[in-house]
């Protein structure tokens, strides 16, 4: 079992910058790969994947919505996950859950359904203000 908390989020001016941050706890032992993952929910149809990150290196991708101004990172020695926001507006203000999969052969990081998702924090709070 996976654990996650994310922490980090708050009301900010448009323009101005947050970074969250996920902690991840409980058995990780063992685990080789994972897709790394930021989403958002606000008052509307969906939630949208924010930002992707393959736990084994070298892959990012990021919602055309975010691109240029999110960045998603991970420290492995503290196994904390982070979403460094700058340039925010109003349309961030949303709900922000992290969450994690593992992955098996033939699983990509930047296709894979979310449904695929197993662990989910309980998100924090975004709100940017015009």
């Known amino acids: 079992q996976v654990e996650l908390a994310e922490s980090g989020g708050g009301s900010v001016q448009a323009g101005g910058s947050l970074r969250l941050s996920c902690a991840q706890s409980?058995?990780?032992?063992?685990?080789?790969?994972?897709?790394l993952a930021w989403f958002r929910e606000a008052p509307g149809p969906e939630r949208e994947r924010v930002a992707v990150?393959?736990?084994?290196?070298?892959?990012?991708t990021y919602a055309d919505s975010v691109k240029g101004r999110f960045t998603i990172s991970q420290d492995n020695t503290n196994k904390t996950m982070y979403l460094q926001m700058n340039s925010l507006k109003p349309e961030d203000t949303a709900m922000y859950y992290c969450?994690?999969?593992?992955?098996?052969?033939?699983?990509?990081?930047?296709?894979?359904?979310?449904?695929?998702?197993?662990?989910w924090g309980q998100g924090t709070q975004v709100s940017v203000s015009s």
């Open positions: 969450a994690s999969a593992l992955i098996m052969a033939g699983d990509y990081c930047s296709t894979l359904p979310t449904a695929k998702y197993h662990y």
């Open positions: 409980g058995n990780l032992a063992g685990v080789k790969y994972m897709c």
């Open positions: 990150l393959y736990s084994g290196g070298g892959f990012t």
